[in-house]
């Protein structure tokens, strides 16, 4: 197969930066993909096809950028770091009508960031939103990007990301295993994982010191017994409820959900005595631990929360 992205090779990513007289940026994550095949993989997984409007996160030097340009009918990437527009211009030169770049902190890029950059795309595109978003993330940020984009923009179908390989265990694991915890319960609340595959450190320049995974995340909204999807208040509630169950992860349910509402001021301190009626109403033993719960366990809780609290 022809490759896809032309700058995925070692000495192709340092040309380009030597060119520009820049580095790579340990602070910043800069692992830049340098195997083609894993971008073909990254590609395949996240079945970007022309219908597509792409949202990448961190795009470097446009290794990544460059293959979905191919495929996709347009991208808009965000980046932190503020020396690689300059060569972000150069390398995505050939599909500049398709392409635009938000330059900030993807933390703090707002709905209405993505949308005007969709808007500076010359190329007709048939969705004022992307719908996908593929990344190859800033190892630091990762988990609470993904977690937050969920969160915020309902319009992200899927997300297919390589991450730190902890951290696709942590958003894969099932209930009663040790990588279970709050972040994978607040993860389902929002996505399910639809694939993944193991990326060695050699297929980065530099190479990193940890294992990485590339992980596809469809949206999939969590449905009560009826079969309608719960509220947001809901699921903000069972995601409380899920910070509670594992503050100290090692208590049964009623130490650890007292340890987390009494260090939450006043009104969490007036909610303890409570927590006997929370886990009777939602039918839950609370000498059990947080890891051996369900998600569906935890909107019972939260749902036994909501109508404490609201008394
Ligand atoms: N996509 C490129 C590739 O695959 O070769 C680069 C990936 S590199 C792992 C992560 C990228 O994210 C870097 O370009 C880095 O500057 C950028 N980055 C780091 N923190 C960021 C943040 N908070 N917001 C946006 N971009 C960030």
Known sequence: MAKLSYLASASETRKVLERHGRGTKYSLGQNFLVNDS???????????????????????????????????????????????????????????????????????????????????????????????????????????????????FPWLESMTVMVQKEVADRMMAQQGVKDYGAFTVKLGMYARPAGRFPVGPNNFFPPPRVDSAVIRLDRSSFVDSTGAPITDEEIEAACLMAEAAFVTRRKTLANSCKTYFAGRGAAGKAFVPQLPALFEAAGIDSRRRGETLTRAEFVALGHAYLSLAAQ
């Open 38 to 152: 894993i971008i073909q993989k990254i590609v395949a997984l996240a079945d970007v096809n022309e219908d597509d409007v792409i949202l990448e996160i961190g795009p470097g030097v446009g290794t990544l950028t460059v293959a979905l340009l191919q495929c996709a009918q347009g991208v808009t990437s965000i980046e932190l770091d503020p020396d690689l527009p300059e060569i972000l211009a150069e390398t995505t030169a050939t599909w500049a009508d398709r392409f635009a770049l938000i330059e900030n902190d993807a933390l703090a890029v707002q709905e209405a960031d993505v949308v005007a950059a969709l808007d500076r795309i010359e190329a007709t595109l048939t969705r004022t939103r992307p719908n996908k978003l593929v990344a190859n993330l800033p190892y630091q940020v990762a988990a609470t990007v993904v977690l937050d984009y969920f969160q915020r």
